[in-house]
T-cell receptor, first 112, second 113 residues
């Protein structure tokens, strides 16, 4: 089955710096890769996603890149702000009926 | 109400109790899911329902029993749980199986004592 590895598990950055989180997946049939942000006491919220026919997608300070050959995708957050502090999860969809495999999460802490 | 709503937000139960978690979606989605979220571990998919039919049961112990009476409601019935079942239980819904509109609820924090 699909296996998604996520690194790092924790990431501390200074406000204004960039943050990068990387995920690798094992199933070459994976075709959809969302990123979720989870704040304390809340469920995961979709922040950006990418499909396998696209190499890069950007939404303001957030971007996602996909390398299908290497089977990895990354989340880039630029000009980080304290409100970016949260746990971020990557996921890969390979099967029918929305059965995602999730990474273990990255705790991002943005210090002023 | 919009989105995916889960109740209760917190639940403490003894190992001999029976309780139920409720999930309701107001998005017109056709699929609903139960996930278990434990500390430092990836989200674990438990059950998948599509148009009220169960399409996935990921080897979940029988002490967890799902119910989907209609496409807007999903329940997780709990009985004789173990302390290791303590976790955040998340409900999600999606338009279909392609991942479009995948939306999570805020979860129920379950503690088994």
């Amino acid at each position: 089955g699909e296996n998604v590895e996520q690194h790092p598990s924790t990431l501390s950055v200074q406000e204004g710096d960039s943050a990068v989180i990387k995920c690798t997946y094992s199933d070459s049939a994976s075709n959809y890769f969302p990123w979720y942000k989870q704040e304390l006491g809340k469920g995961p919220q979709l922040i950006i996603d990418i499909r396998s026919n696209v190499g890069e997608k950007k939404d303001q300070r957030i971007a996602v890149t996909l390398n299908k050959t290497a089977k990895h995708f990354s989340l880039h957050i630029t000009e980080t702000q304290p409100e970016d502090s949260a746990v971020y999860f990557c996921a890969a969809l390979t099967d029918s009926w929305g059965k995602f495999q999730f990474g273990a999460g990255t705790q991002v802490v943005v210090t002023p | 109400e919009t989105g995916v709503t889960q109740t209760p937000r917190h639940l403490v139960m003894g190992m001999t109790n029976k309780k139920s978690l409720k999930c309701e979606q107001h998005l017109g989605h056709n699929a609903m899911y139960w996930y278990k979220q434990s500390a430092k571990k990836p989200l674990e998919l438990m059950f998948v329902y599509s148009l009220e039919e169960r399409v996935e049961n990921n080897s979940v112990p029988s002490r967890f029993s799902p119910e989907c009476p209609n496409s807007s409601h999903l329940f997780l019935h709990l009985h004789t749980l173990q302390p290791e079942d303590s976790a955040l239980y998340l409900c999600a819904s999606s338009q279909d199986g392609t991942g479009v509109g995948y939306t999570f609820g805020s979860g129920t924090r379950l503690t088994v004592v």
